[in-house]
């Protein structure tokens, strides 16, 4: 799959923006500040729903406008797709497919794309959400239809919290103890299947990421990722349950392949946890509360691995994430989208990650400075400055 137009509307610092792009490398290239990561950030947000650098959407829409318009003309097999996204400041998002209007949520089916920035660091170096959202995005590239999984066991979550903290605060009743029994079965069932889905996916790249690793590096350092699961008994989010320092949490000893495994410790953590999650008001089991640990040479990264080596890892990730996405996906190859990476690597990392990703159909790039740049990737290069388009 190509992106053959970007157009955008009251987006970030852009009024407006035509942009046609070409199969192959597309380098954007302005100084910082001037809005070329507002471009590829808007495509990353129609197949992730979500910006790669704030959590609101609100931040996306310009400055005294209403809402903004992202709007992709999209092709694969000679096929031609145009996919839209209006994001509101007071109302629902909406979203069209060829002038017919779909859930937002449904964008994913349409355009798939894999983003990286030097934000995912954090992806490496910090909290267990960072780790359990680049997952959880990558599921939904997958399989579009884990959104509302997602977004149900989110729901299931809040309420099952709220009765906690109502229990807490009043003293446990008879009927609060028979409705949490009925918010365990909707958490168990709907986290079961997050559980198995998750533990899938991290299995599945470990082979791609050790490969794209080895690619932008140049040696083997043996890159791991693993599971950690509350269920397991290991709790990400307690600073004082597996973690010490800047040292990271175990892998999981068991890891569930089916629901229903996953279900039996699921019921057996949430009983173990009953009485300090009702001292607490919080649901203290479950994916929310799941980590993957990241290994080099034997070592956890977090805490051991030096920067460069952090930050291969996590292009690595992505590169790998691109490379499992276009061996599944019947959309062929994801869009990939690396902002502002060329000026973090030495010469010899930028050759070799420009040969790495000289297979796919499209990519995009964005740097403050053209030479940071192989010159193999600069056929299509686009300046921005201040918002506009000023030459190509």
Do not use: C
Request: glycine fraction near 8%; avoid cysteine.
């Amino acid at each position: 799959m190509i992106v053959t137009h970007l157009n955008l509307g009251d987006y970030r610092n852009y009024a407006a923006a035509d942009v046609p792009m070409h199969p192959g490398a597309n380098l954007f290239v302005g100084r910082n500040g001037q809005g070329k990561t507002n471009l590829v950030e808007a495509l990353g947000y129609l197949s992730t729903l979500g910006s790669h650098r704030v959590s609101s959407d609100q931040a996306l829409i310009r400055a005294g406008a209403d809402s903004a318009v992202i709007r992709a003309r999209l092709r694969h097999d000679e096929r031609d797709l145009l996919a839209e996204v209006q994001i509101n400041r007071s109302s629902p998002n909406r979203a069209q497919v060829n002038r017919s209007q779909i859930k937002p949520r449904e964008l994913p089916r349409y355009f798939s794309s894999v983003l990286f920035a030097p934000e995912d660091l954090g992806i490496v170096r910090g909290d267990p959400s960072a780790r359990r959202r680049f997952i959880d995005q990558l599921i939904v590239l997958r399989s579009p239809r884990m959104a509302g999984v997602l977004g149900d066991y989110d729901r299931v979550l809040r309420q099952r919290n709220t009765l906690l903290k109502s229990a807490r605060s009043t003293g446990l009743k008879e009927s609060q103890l028979t409705t949490l029994e009925i918010w365990d079965d909707k958490l168990v069932a709907l986290g079961s299947e997050i559980i198995v889905v998750r533990a899938a996916l991290v299995a599945a790249l470990g082979a791609p990421v050790a490969s794209a690793y080895s690619a932008v590096v140049g040696e083997d350092h043996r890159p791991t990722l693993a599971p950690v699961l509350s269920i397991g008994g290991v709790d990400a989010e307690d600073p004082d349950d597996g973690v010490r320092g800047e040292h990271t949490v175990r892998p999981a000893a068991v890891i569930p392949t089916t629901a229903a495994e996953a279900a039996g410790l699921f019921r057996a953590a949430l009983a173990s946890r009953r009485r300090s999650e009702l001292d607490r008001g919080l649901t203290l089991v479950g994916p929310h509360r799941d980590d993957v640990a990241f290994g080099l040479n034997g070592l956890p990264v977090k805490g051991y691995a030096s920067h460069g080596e952090s930050w291969s890892f996590a292009l690595a990730l992505k590169l790998g994430a691109a490379q499992l996405l276009r061996a599944e996906s019947s959309l062929g190859d994801p869009v990939l989208i690396l902002d502002d990476v060329f000026a973090e690597l030495d010469q010899g990392r930028r050759s070799r990650l420009a040969a790495a990703i000289a297979g796919f159909e499209q990519v995009l790039i964005t740097a403050a400075v053209l030479d940071d740049v192989p010159d193999t990737l600069t056929a299509h290069t686009v300046h921005i400055r201040a918002g506009e388009v000023v030459d190509e």
